[in-house]
């Protein structure tokens, strides 16, 4: 069966402590792993798509990474503004986006 | 670019009765999705459309929830009748075929 893990489930940080957030997923014919931001009260929000294995993306203090059993999303010196849930989702045969847990992050000054 | 349009933003009904909630998605995106959140815990697929015909519905619990998509554009999606369990965030979320989805700010349904 399809799935997807996200860890650790919530993540506390000072400002500028570098960590990374796990996405462990078992997708047969996976077509993009997704990257989405939460904030309290709103809709996820884009991030990064990563379709093959090996590829990265980056985006300000955020980085995105693809193996073939897992994607892992790297924060680089966190601020306060990067608090929010982490969310990531897999896009498989007929176009169906499946989310995971998310990760709450944290980042105190 | 206008974002995906929902409505209302906040609704608090009681058991067994019924609610809906409307979605304007982003203009030419073919695909349509609604997601369930329970407060701490990732979205969960209800209904995925590609254009007005249903693509997914196996997490949809048919016995209460029904969702339609019109003319394949704006999508509604109906409880009744509504239980306690029911009390989520409704999110719905468009995307052009095989590529991202964007989010509305999502429905946050009370049930008492």
């Known amino acids: 069966e399809d799935q997807v893990t996200q860890s650790p489930e919530a993540l506390r940080l000072q400002e500028g402590e570098s960590s990374s957030l796990n996405c462990s997923y078992t997708?047969?014919?996976?077509?993009?792993l997704f990257w989405y931001r939460q904030d309290p009260g709103k809709g996820p929000e884009f991030l990064f798509t990563?379709?093959?294995a090996g590829e990265e993306k980056e985006k300000e203090r955020l980085k995105a990474t693809l193996t073939k059993k897992e994607s892992f999303l790297h924060i680089t010196a966190p601020k306060p503004e990067d608090s929010a849930t982490y969310l990531c989702?897999?896009?498989?045969?007929?176009?169906?986006?499946?989310f995971g847990g998310g990760t709450r992050v944290l980042v105190k000054p | 670019e206008a974002g995906v349009a929902q409505s209302p933003r906040y609704k608090i009904i009681e058991k067994r009765q019924s609610v809906a909630f409307w979605c304007n998605p982003i203009?030419?995106?073919?695909?349509l999705y609604w997601y369930q959140q329970i407060l701490g815990q990732g979205p969960k697929l209800l209904i995925q459309?590609?254009?007005?015909?249903?693509?997914?519905d196996s997490q949809l619990p048919k016995d209460r929830f029904s969702a339609e998509r019109l003319k394949g554009v704006d999508s509604t999606l109906k409880i009744q009748p509504a239980k306690l369990e029911d009390s989520a965030v409704y999110l719905c979320?468009?995307?052009?075929?095989?590529?991202?989805?964007?989010f509305g700010q999502g429905t946050r349904l009370t049930v008492v």
């Open positions: 979320a468009s995307s052009p075929s095989w590529a991202e989805a964007f």
């Open positions: 989702a897999y896009q498989a045969a007929g176009n169906k986006l499946t």
């Open positions: 203009s030419g995106h073919a695909t």
């Open positions: 459309f590609q254009n007005n015909g249903v693509v997914d």
């Open positions: 997708v047969s014919g996976l077509r993009g």
């Open positions: 990563l379709y093959s």
